[in-house]
T-cell receptor, first 114, second 111 residues
Framework: DGGITQSPKYLFRKEGQNVTLSCEQN?????MYWYRQDPGQGLRLIYYSQIVNDFQKGDIAEGYSVSREKKESFPLTVTSAQKNPTAFYLC?????????????FGDGTRLSIL | SQKIEQNSEALNIQEGKTATLTCNYTNYSPAYLQWYRQDPGRGPVFLLLIRENEKEKRKERLKVTFDTTLKQSLFHITASQPADSATYLC??????????FGKGNQVVVIP
């Protein structure tokens, strides 16, 4: 079955540590996205990429970094500079070209600080 | 500032009735609007897309309207079932297929 796989489902970080969240898709989509969801808040865009080796900052990129070396993969690193990293992180992908393409989401990684 | 507003209170509805959710937006001019369903601990799932020149879109028991003058979309679930219980997210498209999401509106269908 085609889809998006995020791992791990739960992740714990100590203060001052960087952690990397994995996102892999086998939908052959060109575009990939990372969102953060906090309780009672809408999804907020962290980074997005429309093509391999290229990505753009979203609305809340500070304290995060990404890479897009392969079409299938878009890992997100939460750095120690992110002061409030506890959240539910969602990865998505979509086709590019026509506007309005639906985004397909993974089932998220929940990050907590120890 | 740009805002997308959905009702923060959960909608409790009797099975078989129609649930209606509202999405209001300000300082956006979207050509497209999407609705997603999200279950607890899961990622959102795409339900419907409606374009600015479409007044209404239907898919099975779901109906969406889009009024660009009122800056509002309505989402209806007819003949609601307990399996429809979830949070429903409104999302506007604002360039390069980026989405701006509302906070979501929870629906609880009571058997």
């Amino acid at each position: 079955d085609g889809g998006i796989t995020q791992s791990p489902k739960y992740l714990f970080r100590k203060e001052g540590q960087n952690v990397t969240l994995s996102c892999e898709q086998n939908l052959n989509h060109d575009a990939m996205y990372w969102y953060r969801q906090d309780p009672g808040q809408g999804l907020r865009l962290i980074y997005y990429s429309q093509i391999v080796n290229d990505f753009q900052k979203g609305d809340i990129a500070e304290g995060y970094s990404v890479s897009r070396e392969k079409k299938e993969s878009f890992p997100l690193t939460v750095t120690s500079a992110q002061k409030n990293p506890t959240a539910f992180y969602l990865c998505a992908s979509s086709r590019v070209g026509a506007e309005g393409q639906p985004q397909h989401f993974g089932d998220g990684t929940r990050l907590s600080i120890l | 500032s740009q805002k997308i507003e959905q009702n923060s209170e959960a909608l409790n509805i009797q099975e078989g009735k129609t649930a209606t959710l509202t999405c209001n937006y300000t300082n956006y001019s979207p050509a497209y609007l999407q609705w997603y369903r999200q279950d607890p601990g899961r990622g959102p799932v795409f339900l419907l897309l409606i374009r600015e020149n479409e007044k209404e879109k239907r898919k099975e028991r779901l109906k969406v309207t889009f009024d660009t003058t009122l800056k509002q979309s309505l989402f209806h679930i007819t003949a609601s079932q307990p399996a429809d219980s979830a949070t429903y997210l409104c999302a506007l498209i604002y360039g390069n297929n980026r989405l701006a999401f509302g906070k979501g509106n929870q629906v609880v269908v009571i058997p």
